[in-house]
């Protein structure tokens, strides 16, 4: 350790290393500290702004709850996330938001996911959207139905398993 005798002169103002309650910092030195690998800084390389991966998203179920819960969990990865129960009311809002994805609940009393589906496939502005179909049916019964959809998730859909599927997409 140093001594009085040997240290620079400090800076006016700035305390000497070898003064008593100093720390290291102050004095112009700096300690090597110990951090958790889990908060080391992410590498360039691997860094993703959000905004180059944001997608605008349409939520359709006939629970509202569900479509509360998918558009909160896609707005805070970062999402532009619109949800409606109104299934005749989809292509209106797919074509209003320019959207990227659908998520749609298969089976809906006044239009099922299926016929949303092929109501967009055969619009020529919202035939290249992505869709995502959702339902408690067996992923079998919904593709007799329709089945020019991207991903299937069986219901329940946990939040963090729909939005592994968006981001996969």
């Known amino acids: 350790m140093a001594t009085k005798d040997h240290d620079p002169p400090a800076a006016p103002g700035r305390p000497r290393a070898s ?6 910092s102050a004095a112009g030195y700096s300690l090597p500290v110990y951090r958790h690998p889990s908060l080391a800084p992410v590498p360039a390389h ?14 359709v179920d006939d629970e509202p709850d569900q479509v509360d819960l998918a ?7 970062g999402h532009e996330a619109h949800g409606t129960t109104d ?6 809002l797919v074509l209003k938001h320019v959207a990227d994805l659908l998520v749609v609940d298969f089976m809906m009393p006044k239009m099922s996911g299926g ?4 109501m967009l496939r055969a619009h020529p502005t919202a035939r290249q959207i992505k869709i995502v179909m959702m339902s408690g049916t067996p992923e ?8 020019k959809f991207e991903v299937f998730l ?4 946990h939040p963090d ?7 996969d997409l």
């Open 161 to 167: 398993r729909l939005l592994r599927t968006v981001e």
């Open 140 to 147: 079998e019964d919904v593709r007799a139905d329709f089945d």
């Open 115 to 118: 016929e949303v589906g092929r």
């Open 154 to 157: 069986q219901k329940p859909v």
């Open 71 to 77: 558009v909160m969990a896609l707005e805070a990865a």
């Open 19 to 24: 003064d008593p309650g100093t720390p290291a």
């Open 87 to 92: 299934s005749p009311a989809t292509l209106g």
């Open 46 to 59: 691997e860094r993703v702004l959000k905004t180059a991966a944001v997608k605008k998203i349409i939520v």
